[in-house]
């Protein structure tokens, strides 16, 4: 079925060098652990894209270490923080819009003993006076997201780190950078945080690869998964390896597309121009990725506009993948941006990637302005 896909921010369609990478690894299917001719190569496989995903994030390839998905990467990197900082601190520092695989965790932390805090995040722009308060008291560690994956807003981390160094804190500063990973120019993300989690589906990988940076200023961090000790026994598991193949081909793509970013830029600006006047409200943060918008429709809940543009082909979500099946509990990530009922109940993401074209993008803003007038 052939869809005009506006929902990269939920997951991004494969590129082809993704695809014939993750094809040769099925083809060579060696264990990475065997020491035999197919294992060599499955492993030499797993070294490449470990090279291609460091090389993409600026950092050594042994600081890298892959595992399923950027769920797995963002409870091991907090369960472990937890683990081995917990003795000195029980305060964790942390955004009040954070993905569930971030919350969650942190949640059952709360359960713990551990106390969190959860800087506001409103209008998009994280409250570093709050942070440099909360640092005048020791902290087991912090963890805040790259950028949002609802809203598109990126965050700080310079500043926080920046706070961080002035507060003379030696917490570890953790960061969920599966939205924000290549699509901020010049980031550097690995000089600035201590642990980084990424996720191949969402740079135009395949489902089933994640990582997790971890700088070599932390030392120990206790393994989730135990067992044959793959990944430097901080993963254990046969590595996923043709998954783990296609996210380094995507990010060495990715990484060297000069023009990506400001393609992606400019299909956001052209759709962003092509709904004024509509009577859309845009949510539009500071500083923003260039492939998310977020908009309400006054008048016309998320469901119905789903459904009616669903009919035309066309995908988009309401608020992120994950929590779209639980919209009745409301939308906390929407709260915090500082939204008011009616626009969280209205509210859609926008999610471009670099398949879309100006006249798939001219259809989208067609079909919204249609929608619009469904007014309730
Ligand atoms: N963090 C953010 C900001 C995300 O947007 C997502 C997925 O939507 C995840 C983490 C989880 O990544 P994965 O789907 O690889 O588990």
């Known amino acids: 079925m052939a869809y005009l896909y506006f929902d990269s921010a939920a997951t991004a369609p494969p590129v082809k060098e993704a695809l014939e990478a993750a094809e ?65 601190a029980k305060k964790i520092i942390t955004t009040d819009s954070e993905h569930p695989s971030v919350a969650e965790p942190l949640k059952a932390l709360e359960k713990e003993g551990f106390s969190v805090v959860r800087l506001s995040t409103k209008g998009g722009v994280l409250d570093l006076d709050r942070l440099k308060e909360e640092l005048r008291e020791p902290v087991a560690f912090l963890s805040i997201m790259r950028a949002n994956n609802e809203t598109g807003a990126v965050y700080d981390l310079a500043g926080v780190r920046k706070i961080m160094t002035l507060c003379g804190t030696d917490a570890p500063l953790h960061c969920d950078g599966v939205q924000g990973f290549l699509k901020v120019e010049n980031d550097r993300l690995a000089s600035i945080c201590d642990l980084v989690t990424l996720s ?35 993963r254990s598991g046969t590595e996923n390896v043709p998954a783990i193949a296609a996210f380094g081909a995507a990010a060495e793509k990715a990484a060297d597309d000069k023009e990506r970013i400001p393609y992606l ?9 092509g709904l004024e006047d509509s009577g859309v409200i845009l ?20 469901s119905w506009a789903l459904n009616f543009l669903a009919a035309k082909g066309i995908c988009v979500s309401a608020g ?44 989208l803003c067609d079909a919204l302005r249609e929608c619009a007038k469904l007014k309730r």
Do not use: W
């Open 24 to 88: 040769r690894a099925y083809t060579e299917y060696g264990n990475p652990s065997s020491l035999h001719g197919a294992g060599l190569a499955a492993k030499g496989m797993v070294d490449t894209a470990r090279r291609q995903v460091a090389k993409a994030l600026r950092c050594q390839p042994e600081r890298i270490t892959f595992l399923s998905c950027g769920t797995e990467a963002n409870n091991q990197a907090i369960f472990g923080l937890a683990k081995t900082r917990g003795k000195r």
């Open 200 to 234: 191949a589906h969402k740079i135009g990988g395949l489902k089933g690869a994640g990582a997790l940076y971890v700088s070599e200023r932390i030392r120990n961090l206790p393994a989730y998964l135990l067992g044959g000790g793959q990944e430097n026994g901080l």
């Open 265 to 273: 830029a400019s299909l956001r600006e052209q759709v962003k121009r």
């Open 283 to 302: 949510h539009i943060p500071p500083v923003h990725l260039p492939n998310i918008l977020h908009i309400s429709i006054p008048g016309v809940p998320s």
């Open 320 to 363: 992120s993948a994950c929590s779209a099946r639980e919209k009745k509990k409301g939308n906390p990530v929407l709260s915090a941006f500082g939204l008011p009922a009616e626009e969280i109940e209205t509210s859609l993401r926008l999610s471009f990637d670099t398949r879309n074209t100006g006249e798939e993008c001219a259809l």
